[in-house]
Every structure is written in C-alpha cells, then in structure tokens.
C-alpha cells in the first residue's frame, strides 16, 4: 500500500487536494522522516463533504441490512489481508512498535466484525395504547450524519471504532484525523471502506488544521452528533460546542487509572499487568495505569520486581522488533512529560527508574514518594511515567484510587476474586478489570467513562443506542372520539 497514495482528501467519492495552500507535513516521529504532504481542507471543502455525506446518507439509509453488513465483513477481510502494510504505517507515522501494531490492527478486525452485526440488530417496537384501536411504533433511525474526530495514539482503531458503526447503523460519516496522523486515522480507513465497496460520498475524509477552519467543523448546520476521542480540554470545548448548537456528543477523554496491588495478590503476574498496563505505546493510551496503589505489606516486593522488569524495557526505534517504548508523538509532549517528572522530583518525589531522552524517545521513568494531592498524581501521564503509591487498608486504597478528576479504567488485583468484584464496584470509573490490565477493548461491552473521562457509550447495544435515534408513530385503526366534538 502507497502511503503517497493516501495524501489527499477524500470527498465526495474523489481523492483531491485540499483547497487550501497550506501544507501538512507529515512526519514519523521517531527520525522526523518525512511520509508525506497534505494540502490541508478548508471550510468550503469541509462544506462540500457534509453535504456529500447527508445527500449519500439518504440513499444508504435505505439500502438492506444485510446488503449493508457485506460492506463490513469485506472491510475486515482486507484489513486482515493487508495487515503487514498496515503494520508499516503504524509504525512509520504513529510511531507504535510491531507488538503494538498487531494489538490495534487485532482490535480494528473486532470492531468491523462487530459492525457487521449492527444492521441486523437495530431493531423497533410495538408498544400498547390507552387510547382505543391504537397501536404505537417505535422506530430507530440513523440520527443522519456523524462527525467523527479521531487521536493520534490508537488512530486507525479509534477512528474506525467510531465511523464504521456510524455506517454500519445507516448514517453517513465526516471524519477529521488528529493532524500527527492524517493517514492511519483518516485516509487509510477511507481507503479501506472504500476498497470494501462502500458507496461514494457516504464516508469522506477531512484533513485540515484548527487555525483554517476553527470551529466550523463542529458548528456545521449538517451534522446532528460527533463522536470524539482525545484530551479531556479539549473534549469540553466539543461538547460545548456540541450543546450550543443542539448536537449530540460522545466524549472518550482522558484518565488517570489506578491499578491496585492487593496484599494476597500475586506479585509476579501484578508486575507483568502493571507493565503492560503502563509502558504499551509508551504509555499513550487514555486507560493507561498512572498511578500503581501498593499494600505496603508487599509495597517492597513489588517495587523491587517492577522496577527490574521496567529498567530492562527496550527503547528506541519503533521500527526495531525488539524495542517496547518507542516515541511520544512529537517534541512537544516530551516537553510536557519532562517538565511534570522534574517538577515532581523537585518537590521529593523519588526516581526509582528515570533513564535518558533520546529525540522523542522517553525512557521510562518509576516515582515513588508522591502524594495524591501532588499535581503529577492529578494529571493524566500520556507517556511511559508512572507512579506507586502505598495503602494499608482497603478504605485507603478506594479513596487513593477515587480522588481524582478522572474516572475511565481501573485494575484491581487479588486472589480473592469475591474481594476483587467487591472493591471494583467501589471505584468511580466506567471500567475496572480484576487480575488484569488497566487496557482493554471489547466490541460488544459499553465502553467509556464517568466524570472527566468522558460521555457516552459505545460497544454492543451502546452503539446502536448512541448513533441511532427514535421516532414515535401510532397507529389508529379506528375513529378517536376527542372532547371538543
């Protein structure tokens, strides 16, 4: 697959520049080689693709559900099919490793399988009457088209988690990619739906810049929902948006995870899943565990054991099949990064681990001797920094894992497993996994979170209760009597 081929908007069914003069430069992250350039979309050329969109949608709404599933099923085939090119551009522009790669490309495969499912699945209702000789339908329909705005950690699956069951349910899609990475969570996705046999003008692809078309995206008069994924800052502004001009949103925001280590937990498999938890995709993954709540009967053992394991984490070149911490996406979030571990430690935190940076290459770095009210403890770590803090009650650990803005994931681990359900049910956040990581997607499960971590739902039933919408119709058979005859 050409990734020069993947350079271009994808509107109305063509592959076009942008109108604009400005390019985006895209870049990999690791070596800032060049993979390619983008004349970026303007208003009129995001104009022009919400209309494509809604004129298409009208058409597709109207076309058999289970001619709609084969698009889908055809989508998963060719992403199984292209899965080592796919590979390459995850690698080249998110700056994921393989191992990473195959998680996500794993995880598209779900998820258009799953889409595959929904038509068949958007069902209505009959409901009863006290009027006389009434019948009353309930109806779902698309809610029209969506406008989706992908991230730049997950691309290709987070975009795809989004547009293809927005198709799948009968609307058409606007899709705007995270401007880091234009093609595996924008033009790629098009080119696969496109190859699936998706009819023209029904998904179209916007790459572009904030400062062209400031808010227009959102505050477009055609799109009746977004479904976003990214910061939490950001995030408000969509659902602020969103609001103003009576949109619907779904929020997959930011977290701040706690993974806690129980006293009769097995320290072993706690060190593997704390690791994973943490360092996959350099730690760029909104559930990510930030910080790592420790009984301090076991706090030394662990501590000894995680910072083993950590230490001989492999950096560098993504491209590397050895290396599990590539870079962060660009110099900016290193700056970032940087600046809260210096702070942290300025203010006594201690560096159990802490190695070099090299480039966008962050090696990971353990602090111990925070606090929860310390603000690297507040903030949501999108990078290979993680913390460990120790409890000695139960109670303590649940208000540990709870003072916090965030509620996405959470892990707790024990050998008691009725103890396990019991403190996850106490923890304020929309996912908790007992005896395993903090990351985990499924297709069928309502993914999202509580507080700032986000609004809404999307897997399984949540999807279709999300991007669809009711419609009343009753039904009367006979001749209503009204009080003013």
Known sequence: MDTAALTQQYISGQWRDGASEKTLHDRNPFDGRAIGDFLIATREDIDEAYRAAQTAQRAWEQVSAYDRRTVFERAARIVEERADDITRIIVEEVGGTALKAAFEIGLVVDVLKEAATLPLRVQGSILPSPVPDTENYVHRKPVGVVGVISPFNFPLFLGMKCVAPALATGNGVVLKPHEETPIAGGTLIARILQDAGLPAGLLNVTVTEI????????????????AFTGSTAV?????????????????????????????DADIDYAVDSAVFSRFTHQGQICMSANRILVHSAVAAEFKEKFVAKVAALTTGDPADPATVVGPLINHREVVNLEEKVDTAVAAGARALVRGETVGNVVAPVVLDNVRVTDEIARAELFGPVVLVLEFDTEDQAIAMANDTDFGLSGAVHTRDLVRGMRLARRIDTGMVHVNDATIADEPIVPFGGEKQSGIGRLGGQSTIDELTTQQ??????????????
Not at 240 to 246: C, G, I, N, Q, T
């Open 211 to 226: 400062p062209a078309i400031g808010d227009y995206f959102l505050e477009h008069p055609v799109p009746r929902m977004f």
């Open 235 to 263: 995030g408000r502004h969509v659902g602020e948006v969103a609001a103003r001009h009576f949109k619907k949103a779904v929020l997959e925001l930011g977290g701040n995870s706690a993974f806690i280590v129980c006293e």
């Open 472 to 485: 009343w119709i009753s039904v009367n058979h006979g001749r209503r009597i009204y009080p003013y005859q």
